[in-house]
């Protein structure tokens, strides 16, 4: 009952914020919680995978100092300068994340319908590897904590798995629950934990100050030169220390941009940095320490405590993920990539607040397996980083259009200025595509198949609707009610409103109710939810009336990609219009329809065979639009693609 439509947008600026954002330092604190959970985590694993043995880069002072220098102008270049300084730039009205930017990109080159479509998959592709993203981050984030008791208890090693396992189902089935309950708390510790980031990184660093030499550029760029494939091998996994770098971009749209550029600049970047640094200088003086060179940095009197605020730290960096898998799922519904879902709010004061079943326990099976499957952080390390980087690279180049076809900036500036971040992003993403073989192609799997669901269904959508409108050419809707009404139908007292795929067609319900029940209501209201490709539509737009025959109205109701779908309340701007709904004599009728996979033109008919699947388990409809259940009639049609 809803259809995309394209609206050209362009991108505010840099900070756009809300009227009812609340005071800075607030939302500073509440992005700490929310945004760099993972990226923040990433010390925790990083170190020892870029120097794991199977990578065959040896570990001497060199090499040491070459690493540590490229982690560090890595989150200088592609966080500090791509996302914060370019990236957050093209929010789509305030809004950022790949569907944000996707919807953005697409719309404006709306007048080139080809290279559109060439976008339009090019981006859901990229947010089909967040998936693969959200399967991985849990895992690698909670195993790598819970494995500090291999150094802290050396005799429950046998148990980091089974731990694990059991932290993560935890966090999973207290997702129906929500997070507004402990949600203040993610703030404190998390500052928490980059302060204890800082501290320890500092002392090491204090205590063998020649890692700072790392500072140094031509240090990283000379690791390059000396080891050149071995070196292009441990981009790979140099790269982990940047994952979680989308998520600044992505949560834009709850803190604005400002609290996410202060938080970095002021206290994520320095701790992230301080303690690569301290754990250099950790391993400059004791080699040995490489088997877990993060837990090595503490006393043996705060191993346990570390460990514990470690968990807690990873499971606030895998709420983060999950809960944006839950958005981005949301969204992509609202622009027709997914089927709908069941999709359950959990708090009455955020609306943000979201929990979808569905995605939940998939997220969950996937990272159970990829935890027993892989068995350690080490390991879960080569399957890290390609979903990450390839979402990297489609975001880029999704940004070109933007700046170029939105912003309308001069061609040699906008190549120049992504084309310096696509090199590296490409770099990065090539680095980790010498891992699929040992794990890369888990994540890469998984977004393979979100990514067959999510075209095939906007493909099977689209072929729906094309066929919605050849119904609309060869009977218009005017002239078929002008054709009715002299007839002088049965009236029966009370409001009709057909919900109709597309405006100005015929619905199959009201030809059904004809056909059937031979009456037709006293008033007739042929509703259209239309989607945009910006977040929100404003009230005052969100409803507009025109009369096609008397006592008949087409009425089409427009959202954002981030509004709430509620279609009961949206016709009470009717009103506005002189038409007066009793919620008790209104009936809303519905075309339940049954899609018939058929040879010729469209897609393979394995697809086809698909998307039939999936429209006939996807969730109901009316409770998607709101309706009140006991005021809705299902008639049913079919449709052969």
């Not at 770098?245 to 002021?266: C, K, N, Q, T, V």
């Amino acid at each position: 009952m809803t259809t995309p439509a394209a609206t050209h947008t362009t991108g505010a600026t840099a900070g756009h914020a809300s009227p009812h954002r609340t005071a800075l330092p607030g939302l500073a604190l509440a992005a700490i919680g929310v945004v760099f959970g993972d990226i923040g985590t990433s010390p925790l694993y990083t170190m020892k995978t870029v120097f794991d043995p199977a990578n065959g880069l040896s570990l001497n002072a060199a090499n040491l100092v070459g690493v540590i220098s490229l982690i560090f102008w890595s989150l200088m270049i592609v966080v500090s300068l791509k996302y914060v300084t370019l990236i957050m730039r093209a929010n789509n009205h305030g809004e950022g994340g790949i569907m944000a930017l996707l919807a953005l990109a697409s719309s404006s080159v709306a007048h080139r319908p080809q290279l559109r479509q060439v976008l339009l998959l090019l981006g859901v592709f990229g947010a089909a590897l967040f998936y693969g993203d959200g399967v991985i981050t849990p895992a690698i984030s909670v195993l790598s904590a819970v494995e500090g008791l291999e150094i802290a208890a050396p005799k429950l090693t046998p148990y980091v798995v089974p731990i694990t396992l059991a932290v993560l189902v935890g966090l999973f089935v207290a997702q129906k629950w929500g997070t507004a309950g402990i949600g203040a708390v993610f703030g404190p510790v998390m500052v928490a934990w980059f302060g204890v980031l800082a501290v320890v990184g500092l002392i090491h660093l204090l205590q063998t100050p020649a890692i700072l030499a790392a500072l140094n550029p031509f240090e990283g760029l000379g690791f390059c030169m000396r080891h050149g494939w071995l070196a292009f091998i441990a981009l790979g996994s140099v790269v982990l220390a940047l994952t979680g770098a989308e998520a600044l971009y992505a949560d834009m749209g709850h803190f604005g941009a400002a609290p996410i550029r202060l938080s970095w600049f002021m206290l994520v970047f320095p701790a992230l940095a301080l303690n690569y640094l301290g754990q250099g200088a950790l391993l400059l003086r004791d080699p040995p320490a490489l088997d877990n060179p993060f837990f090595h940095m503490f006393p043996a009197w705060a191993l346990v405590p570390m460990v514990v605020l470690a968990t807690v730290a990873t499971v606030i960096a895998s709420q983060a993920v999950i809960s944006g898998a839950y958005s981005m799922t949301k969204q992509a519904i609202q622009l027709g990539f997914l089927p709908r879902m069941s999709v359950t709010h959990t708090s009455d004061r955020q609306i943000g607040q979201i929990y979808v079943p569905a995605i939940n326990w998939m997220l969950l099976a996937a990272v159970l397996a990829a935890v027993i499957g892989f068995g350690s952080s080490t390991n879960l390390g080569a399957a890290y980083g390609i979903a990450v980087t390839g979402t990297m690279l489609i975001t880029t180049c999704l940004t070109f259009y933007v700046i170029r076809y939105a912003w309308h900036y001069n061609w040699l500036l906008c190549v120049l200025a992504t084309g310096f971040f696509f090199v590296i992003d490409l770099t990065f993403f090539s680095a980790n595509l010498l891992k699929i073989v040992q794990g890369g192609w888990f994540p890469l799997l998984i977004g393979m198949l979100i990514f067959t669901v999510m075209a095939t269904w906007g493909r099977g959508r689209q072929m729906m609707l094309d066929e919605a409108r050849v119904r609309a050419g060869t009977t218009p809707l005017k002239p078929f009610l002008e054709s009715l009404l002299a007839r002088s139908p049965v009236r029966v007292v009370g409001t009709a409103i057909f919900m109709s795929i597309e405006a100005d067609a015929v619905p199959h319900a009201l030809l059904n109710n004809l056909e059937h029940n031979a009456v037709l209501h006293n008033r007739v209201l042929f509703v259209t939810v239309m989607n945009r490709e910006i977040p929100r539509v404003p009230v005052s737009d969100r409803v507009s009336v025109r009369e096609v025959a008397p006592d008949c109205y087409q009425v089409t109701i427009t959202y954002g990609f981030k509004d709430e779908v509620d279609v009961p309340l949206a016709l009470e701007g009717c009103g506005a219009h002189g038409i007066m709904l009793e919620p008790a004599r209104s009936s809303y009728f519905l075309s339940r329809a049954t899609v018939v996979p058929t040879l010729g033109e469209g897609m393979p008919i394995w697809r086809e065979k698909l998307f039939a699947a999936m429209a006939h388990n996807i969730g109901n409809v009316a409770d998607y639009l709101k309706l009140p259940a006991n005021r809705v009639i299902e008639l049913g049609t079919r449709v052969e693609i």
